[in-house]
């Protein structure tokens, strides 16, 4: 007997909405398995327990997914905690005494500790596309050994080609200032030691199939697009084939993306430009050791800049400072540097939201002076779910830095998003 599966977005932050597509790339995924899928998104939901309740009594499921995108917003002020939420969520769907699973990016950065935050029976960590087939494969003959299974090791299929944008009322986040996305791969191969997506297996999908997802799209309407790639720029060669692939279409649209500092060229620019990219959102680190580590310098900054000038895309950067042991030279240095090669704005985050499993927060246990810069103290087996920041500096220390120039954004204080500025 076929399978009856109820994917449930419970993320209803609105700053802005976002799409989750990862379920409609889910549900295709499992097209020519015998599973019935249905996506139930809550994002506008105003009565969210009785309208789980409602769908599953009238339809019935076998097994419920839920994503979960957010543990928190990630940045200390106005930081919002998303997990008693989705607890109180989850702790309803548990009366019906239907199996849940779990996935996401904020389930796939502390799996163990969101699974045992929920008690939960099941989650995928990473992309599903293909690992989840197999749990269903494994769970309808009650062969699963282990609670979680690693996605990042099957990783994805490379010619999915999502149907999109039936499931989920796009028009309605259009509305909110969301964005539709679409991705280029998974996985990202830089090292930044606070992250959790570091030094995680690239996976491309087929551009081809990419274009085509796109071109599907436009043709309904759809003519705005933010990346939904952690970072655009893992193989140069790849995203210049990309671009060059997307210009030779002329769709009427624009997309803004996300990039780090390397790898590039003039040319990456120049087709960034002729395929519509209007706005780069660059992830920057002001410490030299971290800069190092992810090859690049200041010298690869400032062309960055003058390229998206000359190609005239406009650039805004995301810049982390004040790391344990960069000196305030360091922080100094940055943000001189971009007064003097100014992009569109610089939005600057100075605490660092710690995770457990990542460099930064092994780090942090190790050091007890760095303990004693930590927004709240560390609890006996601490899980880092309930939002801890690392930060040698305080709002005033900054606002001293940057003297009220406009060009600086101090995260979170402003609570704009970059494709609206
Ligand atoms: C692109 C992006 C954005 C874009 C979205 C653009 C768009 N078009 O809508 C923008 C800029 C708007 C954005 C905003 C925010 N983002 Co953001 N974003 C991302 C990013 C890079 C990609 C997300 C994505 O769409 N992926 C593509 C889809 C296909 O993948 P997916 O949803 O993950 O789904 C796959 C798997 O996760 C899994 N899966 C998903 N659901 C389920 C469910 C089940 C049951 C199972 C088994 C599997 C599963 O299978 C799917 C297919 O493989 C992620 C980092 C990352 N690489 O995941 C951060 C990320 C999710 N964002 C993050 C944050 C913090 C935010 C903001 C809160 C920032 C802020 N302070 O405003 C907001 C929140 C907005 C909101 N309403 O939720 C954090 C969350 C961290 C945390 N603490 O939990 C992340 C992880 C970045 C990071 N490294 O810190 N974001
Ligand atoms: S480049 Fe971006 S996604 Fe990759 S590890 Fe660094 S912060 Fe994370």
């Known amino acids: 007997m076929s399978t009856k599966l109820l994917l449930i977005n419970p993320n209803n932050y609105k700053n802005p909405p976002v799409l989750p597509i990862g379920l409609e790339y889910i549900k295709e995924s499992l097209r020519d398995y015998d599973c ?13 327990l009785p309208e789980i309740k409602n769908v599953i009594e009238n339809k019935g499921f076998d097994l419920i997914g839920l994503s979960i995108r957010n ?33 996401g990016s904020g389930f796939s950065a502390s799996p163990k500790e969101i699974l045992n935050y929920f008690q939960v029976d099941y989650g995928i960590i990473g992309p599903a596309e293909k690992a989840f087939p197999i749990f269903l494969e494994l769970w309808k003959k009650n062969k699963i050994k282990e609670k979680i299974i ?18 989920l009322d796009y028009n309605k986040y259009l509305k909110n200032d969301g964005l539709v996305g679409f991705t280029t791969h998974v996985g990202c191969s830089n090292q930044c030691p606070y992250c959790i997506e570091a030094n995680k297996k690239v996976h491309h999908r087929k551009i081809k199939n990419i274009i085509k997802e796109i071109e599907i799209l436009i043709n309904n309407g759809y003519i705005h697009y933010h990346l939904s790639d952690s970072e655009f720029n893992q193989d140069l060669k790849f995203c210049k ?43 920057v680190d002001s410490y030299d050791k971290i800069q190092k580590r992810n ?15 000359k190609y ?35 939005g600057i985050s100075f ?24 927004t709240r103290s560390f609890l006996d087996n601490e899980d880092c779910l309930n939002p801890i920041f690392y930060h040698q500096y305080n709002k005033e220390d900054i606002q001293e830095l940057i003297e009220d120039e406009d060009l600086f954004k101090i995260a979170g204080i402003s609570l704009e998003v970059n494709y609206q500025l």
């Open 150 to 167: 690693n996605g990042w090791q099957y990783g994805i299929d490379s010619e999915l080609l999502p149907i999109r944008a039936i499931d």
């Open 71 to 103: 543990i928190d917003s990630c940045i200390y002020f106005n930081n919002e905690f998303f997990l008693p939420n989705f607890k109180k969520i989850i702790d309803y769907i548990k009366l019906f005494k239907i199996p849940i699973i779990l996935g």
């Open 241 to 283: 084939r990309f671009c060059r692939e997307l210009a030779r279409k002329k769709f009427d649209f624009k997309w803004t993306l996300y990039m780090k500092p390397t790898p590039y060229d003039e040319e990456m620019f120049q087709l960034l430009s002729e395929s519509n990219a209007y706005l780069i959102t660059l992830s």
């Open 312 to 346: 005239n895309i406009e650039l805004v950067i995301d810049l982390l400072t004040g790391y344990p042991y960069e000196s305030i030279e360091s922080t100094k240095k940055i943000i001189g540097f971009f007064k003097k090669n100014r992009p569109k704005s610089v």
């Open 351 to 374: 605490y660092y939201r710690l995770f457990n499993n990542t460099e930064l927060s092994d780090l942090i246990k190790k050091d007890h002076k760095l303990q004693e810069k930590l």
């Open 36 to 48: 019935h899928v249905e996506i139930l998104d809550l994002t506008f939901s105003k009565d969210i």
């Open 295 to 309: 090859n690049y310098s200041y010298d690869d900054l400032e062309k960055i800049i003058k390229y998206c000038k």
